[in-house]
C-alpha cells in the first residue's frame, strides 16, 4: 500500500465553525507534513512530524492545530478561519523527514 | 529562501525536449524533482543528493551543479503525459522543503 489518504477531500466551513482533516498512511513512514497549496502556487510547508513528535511548525497561525494520534495518522484541527485560509491543504509522508514525499489527494477547504 | 526556476512555462509538441532548471542564491544540499497534473497530488520524481549527481529513469532525468547551485530537470522526447507543473524543492535548513514556483508544461499532439 503506497498510498497516503486524506478525509474529506471537500470541506466547506464557516469561520466560527471546528473541523478536522484527517490523513492515514500505512507504509511505515516517521515523518508526516501538513502542506497548504493556494492556485497556481507551489505546496508551502505547514508542519512536520517526526517519530510522532511535531519537529517544524512554520510558524502557522494557531487556529490551525496538528495533531499526531499514531504513527499512521495525522490530524489537522481548524477553528475560527478566515476566508484567506481556504486552499488545498496536502498531507505528505516519507520514511524519514526530506526524502521521497508520497502526497495525498489533498482536502479542498472552503472557508466561508 | 525559494529556489528560481525557468521557465515558467513551456509549451512542446509531443516528442520534442525540453529543459527546466532551478536555481538557488544559498548552497544546495539536495534538489527534489517532482510533478502535479491539474487536480491531483504532487508526485516525487527524484531527489540528488550531491553535487555531480545525475539521475533518471524512462526519459527523464536530472543533474545537479553543487558548485552553480542550480540543477536541470530533462524531458526527453516528451510525451502527452508528461503534462503538468514541474516543482523543484530544496532543503533550507533540516527537514525544511522549500518548492520554486513551478514551471508549467503543456504537450500538445
Known amino acids: 500500500d503506497t498510498e497516503v489518504t486524506q478525509t474529506p477531500k471537500h470541506l466547506v466551513m464557516g469561520m466560527t465553525n471546528k473541523k478536522s482533516l484527517k490523513c492515514e498512511q500505512h507504509?511505515?513512514?516517521?515523518?508526516m507534513y501538513w502542506y497548504k497549496q493556494k492556485a497556481k502556487k507551489p505546496p508551502e510547508l505547514m508542519f512536520v512530524?517526526?517519530?510522532?513528535?511535531?519537529?517544524i511548525n512554520e510558524s502557522v497561525p494557531s487556529r490551525f492545530s496538528p495533531e499526531c494520534p499514531n504513527s499512521s495518522l495525522l490530524n489537522l484541527h481548524l477553528h475560527a478561519l478566515q476566508p484567506e485560509d481556504s486552499a488545498l491543504y496536502l498531507c505528505?509522508?516519507?520514511?524519514?523527514?526530506?526524502?521521497?514525499?508520497?502526497f495525498g489527494q489533498g482536502t479542498r477547504l472552503t472557508v466561508v | 529562501q525559494q529556489p528560481v526556476q525557468s521557465p515558467q512555462a513551456v509549451i512542446l509538441r509531443e516528442g520534442e525536449d525540453a529543459v527546466i532548471n532551478c536555481s538557488s542564491s544559498?548552497?544546495?544540499?539536495?534538489v527534489h524533482w517532482y510533478r502535479q497534473k491539474h487536480g491531483e497530488a504532487p508526485v516525487f520524481l527524484m531527489i540528488?543528493?550531491?553535487?555531480?549527481e545525475q539521475k533518471g529513469h524512462d526519459k527523464i532525468s536530472a543533474s545537479f551543479n553543487e558548485k552553480k547551485q542550480q540543477s536541470s530537470l530533462y524531458l526527453t522526447a516528451s510525451q502527452l503525459s508528461y503534462s503538468g507543473t514541474y516543482f523543484c524543492?530544496?532543503?533550507?535548513?533540516?527537514?525544511?522543503?522549500?518548492f520554486g514556483q513551478g514551471t508549467r508544461l503543456t504537450i500538445n499532439p
Open positions: 544559498k548552497a544546495l544540499y539536495s
Open positions: 512530524y517526526s517519530y510522532e513528535k511535531l519537529s
Open positions: 540528488l543528493l550531491k553535487g555531480g
Open positions: 505528505a509522508s516519507s520514511p524519514t523527514a526530506f526524502y521521497e514525499a508520497f
Open positions: 507504509m511505515g513512514h516517521r515523518a
Open positions: 524543492g530544496t532543503e533550507k535548513g533540516a527537514q525544511k522543503l522549500v
